[in-house]
């Protein structure tokens, strides 16, 4: 008996090998490097210290211009590029309380370049807002993760999980980034809400899942929220939490 959808299988399948093969034309991969705001072809001679591979269409949302020795493709005309010589986008307004409340469109877009720990890393920002640099080690806000908690093993083994955690999620992605009261610590690190793609606050997230406690130690504006998140997260056990911790 002939299956009628042996056909129909075969036309998705090059359908969807003709879509692949078309996307990869039309959005190149090009590298770009640790702190430039330009994006290249492989081989230039400024990929020389760091390359890091990004889609074309990425680096232009990001902001990165075409480097002018390698002349790799223009941006495409249809992406949005970051808005220039825009103030840092601030959450410490009246009146918000969740993380999700915040405008992803009025963030800083930029790129996690290097992993340092559980709350820190560096990040590229090609187009950043007045008084951040282009390059930038940024430390989250209301948020510390166990590495920093020294002389109690159980405590720095988790530590080691925060750490790998962050990595995983966040080495090489786009991130935006907001801002609080407060945009540097005494170490010139830049405090910053780490949002995803998907509008989710990384932040929240490493207290929600016991992989940081809440920060109090200065205010920011949603203290009572990470506050909370870290009584639940210790309710349930969650992460650093864990029965494990003797
Ligand atoms: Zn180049």
Same mark, same amino acid.
């Given at each position: 008996?002939?299956?009628?959808?042996?056909?129909?299988?075969?036309?998705?399948?090059?359908?969807?090998?003709?879509?692949?093969?078309?996307?990869?034309?039309?959005?190149?991969?090009?590298?770009?490097?640790?702190?430039?705001?330009?994006?290249?072809?492989?081989?230039?001679?400024?990929?020389?210290?760091?390359?890091?591979?990004?889609?074309?269409?990425?680096?232009?949302?990001?902001?990165?211009?075409?480097?002018?020795?390698? %002349?790799?493709?223009?941006?495409?005309?249809?992406?949005?590029?970051?808005?220039?010589?825009?103030?840092?986008?601030?959450? %410490?307004?009246?009146?918000?309380?969740?993380?999700?409340?915040?405008?992803?469109?009025?963030?800083?877009?930029?790129?996690?370049?290097?992993?340092? !720990?559980? !709350?820190?890393?560096?990040?590229?920002?090609?187009?950043?807002?007045?008084?951040?640099?282009?390059?930038?080690?940024?430390?989250?806000?209301?948020?510390?993760?166990?590495?920093?908690?020294?002389?109690?093993?159980?405590?720095?083994?988790?530590?080691?999980?925060?750490?790998?955690?962050?990595?995983?999620?966040?080495? %090489?992605?786009?991130?935006?980034?907001?801002?609080?009261?407060?945009?540097?610590?005494?170490? !010139?690190?830049?405090?910053?809400?780490?949002?995803?793609?998907?509008?989710?606050?990384? %932040?929240?997230?490493?207290?929600?899942?016991?992989?940081?406690?809440?920060?109090?130690?200065?205010?920011?504006?949603?203290?009572?929220?990470?506050?909370?998140?870290?009584?639940?997260?210790?309710?349930?056990?969650?992460?650093?939490?864990?029965?494990?911790?003797?």
């Amino acid at each position: 008996m002939e299956h009628p959808s042996i056909r129909f299988y075969i036309c998705a399948l090059v359908l969807l090998v003709a879509v692949a093969a078309g996307s990869c034309a039309e959005d190149p991969q090009v590298y770009i490097t640790e702190t430039g705001k330009m994006y290249h072809l492989d081989g230039c001679r400024c990929l020389e210290r760091s390359r890091i591979p990004i889609r074309l269409s990425m680096a232009a949302s990001l902001g990165y211009e075409p480097c002018g020795h390698c %002349n790799p493709p223009p941006p495409p005309s249809e992406i949005i590029r970051p808005a220039r010589d825009t103030g840092p986008y601030r959450l %410490n307004v009246a009146g918000l309380e969740h993380p999700q409340e915040a405008d992803l469109a009025e963030m800083t877009r930029a790129l996690v370049v290097r992993h340092v !720990d559980g !709350d820190t890393v560096y990040v590229s920002i090609p187009c950043p807002p007045i008084g951040v640099k282009s390059y930038e080690s940024v430390r989250f806000i209301g948020v510390d993760t166990p590495e920093t908690v020294r002389h109690q093993k159980t405590v720095e083994r988790f530590g080691k999980e925060a750490s790998a955690f962050t990595r995983d999620h966040l080495l %090489n992605q786009p991130v935006f980034l907001a801002f609080d009261w407060q945009l540097r610590d005494h170490y !010139d690190r830049l405090l910053a809400y780490v949002y995803l793609a998907d509008g989710s606050c990384f %932040n929240a997230i490493l207290v929600r899942d016991g992989y940081a406690h809440a920060y109090t130690r200065f205010p920011f504006q949603f203290l009572e929220e990470f506050r909370s998140l870290e009584c639940s997260a210790r309710e349930r056990g969650a992460g650093l939490w864990g029965s494990d911790k003797q």
